[in-house]
């Protein structure tokens, strides 16, 4: 693929509001997975990766009215594009197409009505994403992935793709996701969330936290650098989406999907395996995701896997913004070099080496970051600095 530029990036989750905050907390190695406080739910014994503001909170940073209905969904987007647009020194635009992944929508709004059955207009995702375009007022077209955790990655994926094929020369995509009961029962269900703060890649992991939060990037052409006179962050090179079909909810035994868009974006991007220098794991803390997962680095790098982490032990599983919040985590690691640490990971599974302290003083060039869905719908991207 021809590269796509990243001119801006922001981003909201567990860990801080905005990439300061969330650069210190990866440095100090402070996780912001903790009790339940926002959510009104009966499960307060499951950890979760909050974002610490209510939502009357996130409506007076946004000067909204908290009288009136806003999903948290939609608050948690504005904040996080907000910071992205400024900087890229966007104001106003004629040609700007917004994507933004998301699964669960305005749910959080139907969830304070039902069951009375007075289900409001920012129920569906669609209607999430055009609120949040609304608020900016400079978009001419709106996107709205979702196929669960790889919905944001995707939503980047497709924003590349449009410019590549010459249908805009910048595109804002990302992905938001708020915490609801939907979501927290759905998940319980599955009987894959642990009762204690989630260790990826450790021998004794036993299922996910989730999070919320949002990050949105700000892609563009060449010819639009060039004419905007700006300075780029990084640059896309590689992209891959591949399905392995395998089951709805977990991941093939020798994670097909995983090993297919890996090796697929490394082959966009025109390199070698042995040129990527860190991957953000998917790293969910499952034993079957982790497991899978490692066997697809395999598969793909041999025994000369690069490092890697998970970084979902600081934010949670954010879901639908997991992608483009871990985006925005490979950006900050490239720009300040240095590798996130896999929080909790005291015993490495057998086979694994993620890294478990915070590594300074990297030099990354190609980083990889990986997001895997439900349905084997498995999304990668490389990145160059």
Partial sequence: MNKVFITGAGVISAIGCGKAETLKALLDGKSGIGSVRYLKTEHTQLPVGEVK???????????????????????????????????????RHAEITFISGTTVGGMDITELHYPDATFKSLHHCGACTNSIADYFGVFNRTITPSTACSSALNAIILGCSIINAGMASMVVAGGTEALTRFHLNGFKSLMILDTQQCRPFDATRAGLNLGEGAAYVVLESAESVKKRGVTPIAAVTGTANRCDAFHQTATSPGGDGPFLAMKQAIADAGLR????????????????????????????????????????????????????????????????GFIPATLGCSTPMEGSAPVTHTLTGQNLKHVMCNSFGFGGNDSTIIFYH
């Fill in 53 to 91: 503001m209510s939502n009357e909170e996130l409506c007076k940073v946004l000067e909204l009215n908290p009288e009136e209905s806003h999903s948290r969904t939609k608050l948690l987007g504005i904040i996080a594009l907000k910071e992205a647009l400024e900087e890229a020194g966007i104001s």
């Fill in 273 to 336: 395996p042995e040129d990527i220098d860190y991957i953000n794991a998917h790293g969910t803390a499952t034993p079957n995701n982790d497991q899978t997962e490692m066997e697809a680095f395999r598969r793909v790098f041999g025994e000369r896997i690069p490092p890697f982490s998970s970084t979902k032990s600081f934010t949670g599983h954010t879901t639908s913004a997991s992608g483009s919040i871990e985006t925005v985590i490979c950006l900050l690691a490239m720009q300040n």
